[in-house]
């Protein structure tokens, strides 16, 4: 089966660093991305790993370990805009582009 | 761009009534993606299309389901006839597979369902 796991809920304070943990176990590999989701909104794109190691994109970044089946969301100096969902996604091999299997989010709560 | 396009933004309907959500992907992406969300299941996906041909359905829950893309420009969604267990928010996505496997889905702003 396919299956992705994250923490239900973390908090955070403002100017922290936090990491939000996702593993996966999947039946085929091709990518795991990480979605940023405000309440109330459509997921938005912020980062994509396939080879292991850590990808920086400004105070986000992300890391992959596909021995492990594992990756983290790495975001820096937390602001309060910061608070949303974090929906990591695995693509597979299922499909000429393949499914993205989402985890159900983890709901990050950054306070002052 | 406008981005990913879809109607109605919030839909109320009474149980048994057919349901259509609509959807325009971004000009020029040859893939589309039908989700559903809800606090219990997450993002689902419920059907993908490759030029307009439906790829993979396997997650459309039952035949009262059901999806069609009849041009690159437009895509529906159909629930007939709905169930309260409908409910959710359906998030339509699309994207380009010829700007490399890191390409990502981005996603139409959503058509909260509520079924009575």
């Known amino acids: 089966g396919q299956n992705i796991d994250q923490p239900t809920e973390m908090t955070a304070t403002e100017g922290a660093i936090v990491q939000i943990n996702c593993t996966y176990q999947?039946?085929?590999?091709?990518?795991l991305f990480w979605y940023q989701q405000h309440a109330g909104e459509a997921p938005t794109f912020l980062s994509y790993?396939?080879?292991?190691g850590l990808e920086e994109k400004g105070r986000f970044s992300s890391f992959l370990s596909r021995s492990k089946g594992y990756s983290y969301l790495l975001l820096k100096e937390l602001q309060m805009k910061d608070s949303a969902s974090y929906l990591c996604?695995?693509?597979?091999?299922?499909?000429?582009?393949?499914?993205?299997?989402f985890g159900k989010g983890t709901k990050l709560s950054v306070k002052p | 761009d406008a981005g990913v396009i879809q109607s109605p933004r919030h839909e109320v309907t009474e149980m048994g009534q057919e349901v259509t959500l609509r959807c325009k992907p971004i000009?020029?992406?040859?893939?589309l993606f039908w989700y559903r969300q809800t606090m219990m299941r997450g993002l689902e996906l419920l059907i993908y299309?490759?030029?307009?041909?439906?790829?993979?359905d396997s997650g459309m829950p039952e035949d009262r389901f059901s999806a069609k893309m009849p041009n690159a420009s437009f895509s529906t969604l159909k629930i007939q006839p709905s169930e309260p267990r409908d409910s959710a928010v359906y998030f339509c996505?699309?994207?380009?597979?010829?700007?490399?496997?890191?390409?990502?889905?981005?996603f139409g702003p959503g058509t909260r369902l509520l079924v009575l």
């Open positions: 996505a699309s994207s380009d597979q010829d700007r490399g496997v890191g390409e990502t889905q981005y």
């Open positions: 999947t039946s085929g590999f091709n990518g």
């Open positions: 790993n396939v080879l292991d």
């Open positions: 996604a695995v693509r597979t091999y299922g499909g000429s582009q393949g499914n993205l299997i």
């Open positions: 000009s020029g992406h040859d893939y």
């Open positions: 299309f490759n030029n307009n041909v439906p790829i993979d």
